[in-house]
């Protein structure tokens, strides 16, 4: 008689994905073990082993829903036709809002994942360059927005979108450590951005 193998057990990718993304974020790549994956998900090792392959790999799946769910919605404003000055200043806006509630204490899970990782693990290099280029991508969009508005110089369009990238970074950074200073940074660099646009400001 003929045995059968035992399927593993289906389950909702998107609802595991997004599981193991809140307890990679919660925790960090190095210190999320086997254990805490299933745990989180409610799926068995063997079964995430069959399905993603390795834990990086899906730590990876995690990092691209994060980048897609969390992420996207706040640059979308900047890429969008006709964004310029008032969107860029909006984006730090709304980081500082961010930051005094739940994502103040966690961060953000590509940028905690930069620290952790890019470095040591040549591997993650990839993920932070693209993750980084899009940030520099969207501030440019609405950037050369601006300049075609007369609000700032062209010349200074690629200088600028370089600068707000590591301010949006940065931020990110401090949050770990002291959400009100952060918010207070991105407050600043918000009217920093307004001024460019006033009669009179060097641009």
């Known amino acids: 008689m003929m045995t059968r193998m035992a399927r593993p057990r289906s389950f909702d990718e998107r609802a595991v994905v997004e599981a193991a993304k809140n307890c990679f974020w919660g925790r960090g790549y190095e210190a999320t073990a086997l254990g805490d994956l299933e745990a989180a998900t409610g799926v068995g090792r063997s079964s995430l082993y069959l399905r993603f392959g390795s834990k990086r790999a899906l730590f990876e799946a995690a ?8 992420i996207e919605p706040l640059l979308v404003p900047l890429e969008a036709q006709g964004a310029g000055l008032p969107e860029v200043a909006g ?15 966690r961060g953000c899970m590509m940028v905690n994942a930069i620290a952790e990782l890019a470095g040591p693990d040549d591997g993650f290099a ?11 991508a969207a501030f440019s969009s609405a950037l050369s927005f601006a300049a075609a508005s007369g609000d700032i110089q062209r010349a200074a369009v690629s200088r600028r979108a370089k600068l707000l990238t590591a301010s949006a ?28 646009a006033s009669p009179g400001v060097p641009r």
């Open 169 to 196: 970074i940065g931020a990110w950074v401090v949050v770990r450590a002291d959400p009100a200073t952060a918010a207070a940074y991105c407050r600043a660099v918000s009217s920093e951005i307004r001024s460019w």
């Open 63 to 70: 990092l691209e829903a994060y980048e897609k769910n969390c």
């Open 126 to 136: 990839g993920f932070a360059s693209r993750f980084m280029d899009r940030y520099r």
């Open 91 to 105: 984006y730090f806006t709304t980081l500082s809002a961010l930051f005094r509630g739940w994502w103040g204490r």
